[in-house]
């Protein structure tokens, strides 16, 4: 896979060997057939083609504005990409370069291009960058687009939607509501079943999960993640996180849902040190565990 560096390179060498075989061809027509075949017209227009686009996806990268308008008066394709499939919108949008991915977009780079695997407003929302996320809303981002990649350990996120990445932990309450008030469906599920309020819950990102309740998301949704599957509400008490557990049941979850379909929630609690939560789920109207069972659950737990 070639370098940005090394497509200049290529670039530069082609151009380069066109000049140096016009210079021979000047000198004797013996000359000239001992030099490679001059490049046509359409190659030296192509070689330059490629060492602008190159440029611009350097200057995308490093937020350089005024690079990329001067590129793209040349002639610079505003959808250019790598090898690797990175468009100069996800450069400029990694990168949190509002202004350039504006010029970018007055250009007609095309907001919902898939560039490797992601979007452009997935990277946004995930990043938090709300003024970034406004401006490829109003070019006609997809707001429930979904992604097809890879995380940075090599696992697949598909079908994760912007609102998902929203609720990330670099996520924002500011980007959930542009997302929602841009259309994006609140209870969209990626492949493996995960919602963004999921995500909130999972990333511990309290003012995402707020801005997503006001929606009212359903709340019964479950994740299957290797060999368990639960809802929003035992994510919450698996974390032992008794704040966002209150606001979950306030919203409407369900707590008489259980780990692995036996352990209710609040015997987990009692089970697992958390007063606080358990505290909580009793208010919700769980029953207490009988000395018994909870006897019989600890000897099951310390059992091969």
Known sequence: MLS???????????IAAAALVAASVSTTVAATKSQ???????????????????DLLVACEEGNTAKVKQLLKEGADPNATRTSGASALLYATAGRHTETVSVLLDAKADPNR?????????LASENGDIETV??????????????????????????????????????TAAVVKALLGAGADVNARAENGKTAVMQAVASENLNVLAALLVAKPKLDARMTDEDSDFDALTLAVGKSNSTIVGMLIDAGADPTVKFDDEVTLLEFAILSNQPVVASRLRKAGLSEPSAERLAALRKAATEP
Do not use: C, M, Y
């Open 114 to 122: 898939s560039s490797a695997g992601l979007f452009p407003l997935f």
């Open 36 to 54: 490679a075949p001059v490049p046509k017209p359409e190659e030296i227009s192509e070689a330059r083609a490629i060492l602008r686009n190159a």
């Open 4 to 14: 940005l560096a090394a497509l200049r390179r290529t670039a530069r060498i082609l």
């Open 134 to 171: 406004k401006v490829l809303l109003r070019a006609g981002a997809n707001a429930n687009a979904t992604i097809h990649a890879l995380d940075q350990d090599l696992k697949p996120r598909n079908g994760d939607t912007a609102l998902i990445a929203a609720a990330s932990p670099g996520g």
